[in-house]
């Protein structure tokens, strides 16, 4: 399109570190390379005309409309709130270019949000910084599309880098890029399940967590004290919750400290307790993606873990560079289903 406003948003994967981002705690997520872009035209009236190479026809809305829970949505409700912060009068048109696999929680919705809001903010000359962005993409999930996500997704694509992984503290908001060791790769494998935060069973898991939050009167479950919560009298479910919540906050300090080191057999070793933590305490993995990660580490990955909000979706392994050619194609020909995505490592 001529005189369109353009920005780009990558995909993330989450290293280390999940459910933990609504609970007061830390994440590693690191940007894919695959990613999207969009290209934004500004309209006097309060239409929203969206076409994507992922869809054959394109959604044609209007800014009062409600959330219809379809692919346009995140579109509609980013215009609204780039109204709300005064960076556009009106609709938009807009085209949107991914190479972002849908359903793989690798947040295509994030970074279709955060890459209009940043386009909105072009267009505007100026505007609110990435991390106002962040939270105002959270808004328009929460808020406008009833998805009850944390932060971590739209400050990921909003802010982190390639080369490196982001450190972020979901309670302060503060972050620190890692810079990823040379000689390894962390691949993001599709099981071939897809997934929907909308399904239920993401919000099934805050409720849990939010009777935890009740019980202990705070919002940092990931902050508690291992003891204390293992002697309070609390159901044996939001119990669990809070645990997989505490130890992985841990997990995160702990593999920031291996990452910045360049021990990525400690990483490893961290990925491997966090999945198994996820499996059994946060129930948020799949028979399937159990023997996905299992297959992945008899193949030589050093660590391999579930990655993003459960239920489907992708692992994610760290692996050796100069064995991943072997390691993938030896895990594809065991799982049928699966597929690469993408591998994330050190800048050449
Ligand atoms: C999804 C959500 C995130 C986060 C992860 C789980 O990706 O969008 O906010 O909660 O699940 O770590």
């Known amino acids: 399109m001529t005189d369109a406003f353009t920005a780009r948003a990558p995909g993330r994967v989450n290293l280390i570190g999940e459910h933990t981002d609504y609970n007061g705690g830390m994440v590693l997520p690191a940007a894919l390379a695959v990613g999207l872009e969009v290209a934004l035209v500004p309209r006097p009236d309060s239409a929203v005309a969206v076409a994507s190479n992922g869809y054959d026809a394109p959604a044609?809305?209007?800014?009062?409309?409600?959330a219809v829970g379809d692919w346009a949505d995140p579109c509609v409700g980013a215009l609204r709130e780039a109204n709300a912060l005064g960076l556009l009068r009106g609709g938009a048109t807009l085209e949107v270019q991914s190479t972002i696999p849908q359903g793989s929680g690798l947040s295509s919705s994030a970074a279709l949000i955060v890459a209009?809001?940043?386009?909105?903010?072009?267009?505007?000359?100026?505007?609110?910084?990435?991390?106002?962005?962040?939270?105002?993409?959270?808004?328009?999930e929460n808020l406008y599309m009833g998805v009850p996500c944390g932060i971590m997704d739209q400050m990921a694509v909003a802010l982190a880098t390639p080369g490196t992984a982001m450190a972020l503290d979901t309670r302060t908001l503060s972050c620190e890029l890692v810079a990823f060791p040379r000689g390894y790769e962390m691949v993001v494998v599709?099981?071939?399940?897809?997934?929907?935060?909308?399904?239920?069973?993401?919000?099934?898991?805050?409720?849990?967590?939010?009777?935890?939050?009740?019980?202990f009167g705070t919002e940092d479950?990931?902050?508690?004290?291992?003891a204390l919560v293992?002697?309070?009298?609390?159901?044996?479910?939001?119990?669990?919750?809070?645990?997989?919540?505490?130890?992985?906050?841990?997990?995160?300090?702990?593999?920031?400290a291996a990452m910045r080191a360049g021990d990525m057999a400690s990483f490893g070793t961290l990925m491997n307790a966090s999945h198994a933590s996820m499996r059994d305490l946060f129930e948020m993995s799949l028979p399937e993606i159990d023997a996905l990660v299992e297959?992945?580490?008899?193949?030589?990955?050093?660590?391999?873990?579930?990655?993003?909000?459960?239920?489907g979706g992708c692992?994610?392994?760290?692996?050796?560079?100069?064995?991943?050619?072997?390691?993938?194609?030896?895990?594809?020909?065991?799982?049928?289903r699966s597929r690469f995505i993408d591998a994330v490592g050190a800048e050449p």
């Open 60 to 66: 044609i809305r209007d800014l009062a409309d409600d």
């Open 315 to 336: 692992i994610v392994a760290c692996v050796e560079t100069e064995r991943r050619e072997t390691w993938l194609k030896e895990l594809s020909a065991r799982h049928a």
């Open 295 to 311: 297959s992945s580490l008899k193949l030589g990955a050093l660590g391999a873990r579930l990655t993003g909000g459960g239920f």
């Open 230 to 256: 293992e002697a309070a009298e609390l159901d044996d479910i939001p119990k669990r919750r809070t645990l997989h919540c505490l130890s992985e906050h841990a997990r995160v300090q702990k593999a920031v």
């Open 190 to 215: 599709h099981s071939g399940l897809t997934r929907k935060l909308t399904d239920g069973r993401y919000a099934a898991r805050k409720a849990e967590c939010d009777a935890a939050k009740r019980h």
């Open 221 to 226: 479950l990931c902050l508690l004290d291992r």
């Open 116 to 140: 209009v809001l940043k386009a909105a903010r072009e267009a505007a000359g100026a505007g609110p910084d990435d991390v106002e962005l962040a939270v105002a993409a959270r808004r328009v």
